[in-house]
């Protein structure tokens, strides 16, 4: 079945340490790819996106992927955390008519 | 820019009762999305709606849950009987692009429903 999986359910590190977070898809084709967070208590909004291009994309707040076409996979990072990237992420995949989203990764950065 | 407003932000309710969710999308997007959210899930597609039409109903459990966007603009969900596993959050979020390529769509903060 297609989908899009994040490999982690619960990330927890400190401050200043790197964060990686895994994305695969599994649908064919090009497809638009997307991050998307939710901090504590607001609504989701776009931490950044890929269509074309520049496989490596830059978003808000220091954050970049990486689109690596022959593994399927769009993983989010960050070389430095800070307390306030405590939030939930949300992988997703632009099909005709809506956005596909992953489970959703829940980090956790400890000051 | 007002973004996507929804209400209520909670609502919790006994089993068996009805129960609505209003959005409003930001002026101007003409695609309008109902999302639901599971504990420990991603967002899913329940109804997308071009302007007043219902273009992609597919996901939406049509035996309970109904929606309108009579005049292109807000947007009702209506679940009628609620059942335990309707508990969720359910998001709206529009967009200013058609539907043949889904570009970034906006959220609202979502309407957590409880049901008891």
């Known amino acids: 079945a297609q989908s899009v999986s994040q490999h982690n359910h619960h990330v927890i590190l400190s401050e200043a340490a790197s964060l990686e977070l895994g994305c695969n898809y599994s649908y064919g084709g090009t497809v638009n790819l997307f991050w998307y967070v939710q901090y504590p208590g607001q609504h989701l909004q776009l931490l950044l996106k890929y269509f074309s291009g520049d496989p490596l994309v830059k978003g808000i707040k220091g954050f970049e992927a990486e689109f690596i076409k022959s593994k399927f996979s769009f993983n989010l990072r960050k070389p430095s955390v800070q307390w306030s990237d405590t939030a939930e992420y949300f992988c997703a995949v632009g099909l005709p008519g809506k956005l596909s989203f992953g489970a959703g990764t829940t980090v956790t950065v400890r000051a | 820019e007002a973004g996507v407003v929804q209400s209520p932000r909670y609502k919790i309710i006994e089993k068996k009762q009805p129960v609505a969710f209003w959005c409003n999308p930001i002026?101007?997007?003409?695609?309008l999305y109902w999302y639901r959210q599971n504990l420990g899930q991603g967002p899913e597609l329940l109804i997308r709606?071009?302007?007043?039409?219902?273009?992609?109903d597919s996901q939406l459990p049509k035996d309970r849950f109904s929606a309108e966007r009579l005049k292109g603009v807000d947007s009702t969900l209506k679940i009628q009987p609620a059942e335990l596993g309707d508990s969720a959050v359910y998001l709206c979020?529009?967009?200013?692009?058609?539907?043949?390529?889904?570009?970034?769509?906006?959220f609202g903060e979502g309407s957590r429903l409880t049901v008891l």
């Open positions: 979020a529009s967009s200013p692009t058609t539907s043949s390529d889904t570009g970034e769509l906006f």
């Open positions: 709606y071009e302007n007043e039409e219902a273009v992609d």
């Open positions: 002026s101007g997007h003409n695609t």
